[in-house]
């Protein structure tokens, strides 16, 4: 964002700073293609794939878009176990894994949802080579893959809900027109709409999804203290939005991408990042607004489904924290099912 006009060597310089001085800095994708007409990836149903992690909030945008848009059918996905490689992996540690036989410290059996790679049709054991595949160094999740160029489509999660919002029709969708949610309305009539969602991605971005990384993941007293009080500053700003006019969701009536945006760090707030992240200055729970408006959400039709607080729990803390995952919180209910419960405020 604050590099957006100087050049690729000043910024890189510039990140490299910015790290030695505790701050966490994102990598930038580099696959950006687009699905759809006058590309060369057509929008047919069952041609593409994703790869995700589901304690990744990055990858819980893109799961969210595939259910909430009627695209479970069409596009197929494989989901890696929530803990990266150890130092023990004959490969690297740190790195993504297939491996739906590995126990989960926190149930102490296997994770029912991991699968093994079945979308390149080589059965690779890590991400990594799903990349190398196509001379690539890049790890990271979401992928989405083309299964019959057998090639990488976008690994940046943003640009993938936007092309599965535009392409649900093409792709198939289980979804009617008439009754599917349209996260990003194009045409002249929205453009004030898409102006709000586009300033309430850039300020939820840069203060709430990342700001929580750069809150938990630094290690400088000074740009950790910066991180949490933007935090909570946004919070409380989008807790007066909603409380202004009783709107159902951030720009209105409708739900749209800034909602979906929104939801993977608010989901993850008080049962991780309270602890995991230091983000202990409140609970969503304290926000009346925006615990409504997260209950709200999680009851949208296969919302739920689009996530699991234990593959969350196990990846956010499973390998630090002495492989101890906190079990809590447990007052006035344990998660997720509060989340089923608006009436929790006080008020
Ligand atoms: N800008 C990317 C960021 C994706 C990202 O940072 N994913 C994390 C997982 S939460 C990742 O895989 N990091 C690199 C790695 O672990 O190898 C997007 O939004 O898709």
């Not at 023990?88 to 149930?107: K, Q, S, V, Y």
């Not at 602890?275 to 200055?281: A, E, I, S």
């Not at 409140?282 to 039709?301: G, H, K, M, Q």
Request: proline fraction near 5%.
């Amino acid at each position: 964002m604050t590099n957006a006009n100087i050049s690729g060597d000043e910024s890189r310089k510039n990140d490299a700073m910015r790290k030695v001085e505790g701050e966490f800095i994102r990598g930038v994708s580099k696959f950006r293609h687009k699905l759809g007409k006058g590309s060369n990836f057509p929008s047919e149903p069952n041609r593409y794939h994703l790869f995700v992690a589901l304690n990744c909030p990055w990858c819980h945008r893109v799961t969210l878009a595939r259910n909430i848009l009627g695209l479970e059918k069409s596009i197929t996905m494989d989901i890696v176990f929530p803990n990266r490689t150890g130092e023990e992996d004959p490969i690297a540690e740190g790195l993504w894994e297939f491996n739906p036989d590995r126990i989960a410290t926190l149930t102490g059996e296997i994770l029912t949802e991991c699968t093994r790679d079945t979308g390149t049709g080589k059965n690779y054991r890590l991400v990594k080579q799903i990349y190398e595949a196509v001379e690539s160094n890049e790890t990271s999740l979401p992928i989405l893959y083309d299964k019959i160029q057998k090639t990488i489509v976008s690994n940046e999660s943003s640009e993938i809900v936007r092309m599965l919002n535009q392409e649900a029709s093409s792709l198939n969708s289980s979804l009617d027109n008439k009754v599917r949610p349209n996260l990003y309305p194009l045409g002249e009539i929205n453009n004030k709409l898409r102006d709000m969602i586009d300033t309430f991605n850039h300020q939820i971005y840069e203060n709430i999804n990342n700001g929580a990384y750069r809150a938990g993941f630094s290690s400088n007293q000074e740009v950790y203290a910066r991180a949490f009080s933007n935090y909570f500053d946004t919070l409380g700003e989008l807790e007066d939005i909603l409380n202004s006019d009783g709107r159902p969701f951030l720009t209105g009536e409708n739900l749209t991408e800034a909602d979906l945006r929104l939801f993977p760090t608010l989901f993850r707030h008080d049962p991780i990042y309270f602890l995991r992240m230091k983000l202990n200055g409140a609970r969503i729970l304290d926000f009346p607004n925006l615990w409504r408006w997260l209950c709200r959400l999680y009851a949208i039709p296969r919302v739920a489904e689009s996530n699991s607080l234990i593959h969350c729990r196990q990846g956010y803390f499973g390998r630090s924290w002495n492989n101890v995952v906190p079990l809590g919180p447990i007052s006035p209910m344990s998660y997720p099912e509060a989340y089923k419960h608006p009436e929790l405020v006080i008020k």
